[in-house]
């Protein structure tokens, strides 16, 4: 009986060994979550370099339906021209502020439509006067549903749900920059 007794002990002692490095390595592969990076990509890319800032005033007009009123506004915006941008389909860049040290991603300062491939003098205005050394965060978005028209919606969890920003990866084609 004893000796039953001692097979046992060793088969549970090395079932029971197998079972704990088993664990271990397991335990070993901690399941880590893509980190997100910014920058060009090789499809998708957008030239800083060059970028120029104009100030200027725009004229809005405002027309009256239920009347021959017709009101003139002016405002002050600033114009940014990116010499390229290179995107795999059809979408936008955008413009968010960042605002004390950080992007506010709920915000959108300008935008201006690209077609897919290479694009030159990209000129988009901000809504905004904006001077030298403001800064912002410029990015791509896909226009998901091609319809030409900049879809900027947010669901309250704040997950952006029509024309979402444009990936490579899990590296977002984005960068901060800061206007001449």
């Known amino acids: 009986m004893k000796t039953n007794v001692k ?3 060793t088969g549970f002692i090395a079932f029971t060994a197998i079972l704990i490095s088993s664990c271990s390595v ?3 592969e901690p399941s880590k979550t893509p980190q997100i990076t910014m920058g060009n990509g090789t499809l998708n890319a957008i030239q ?3 970028l120029t800032r104009e100030s200027s005033n725009t004229i809005f007009s405002d027309v009256r339906v239920n009347g021959a009123e017709v009101m003139t506004r002016r405002g002050h915006a600033t ?3 990116f010499p390229e941008v290179l995107i795999e389909k059809a979408g936008w860049i955008v413009l968010h502020p960042v605002i004390n040290g950080r992007p506010d991603g709920d915000m959108v300062s300008g935008f201006a ?3 897919a491939g ?3 003098d990209i000129t988009l205005n901000t809504d905004h006067p904006a001077k030298t050394g403001d800064k912002f965060l410029v ?3 896909s226009d998901i ?3 030409r028209i900049f879809d900027f919606v947010f669901v309250e969890d704040g997950i952006n749900v029509e024309d979402t920003a444009v990936f490579e990866g899990t590296h977002m084609i984005a960068s901060i920059i800061s206007l001449p």
């Open 26 to 28: 397991q335990a070993e």
């Open 48 to 50: 800083t370099e060059g």
């Open 145 to 147: 549903d091609e319809d």
């Open 7 to 9: 097979k046992i002990s």
């Open 79 to 81: 114009t940014l021209t």
């Open 113 to 115: 439509y690209l077609n």
């Open 118 to 120: 290479l694009n030159k």
């Open 139 to 141: 990015m791509l978005h």
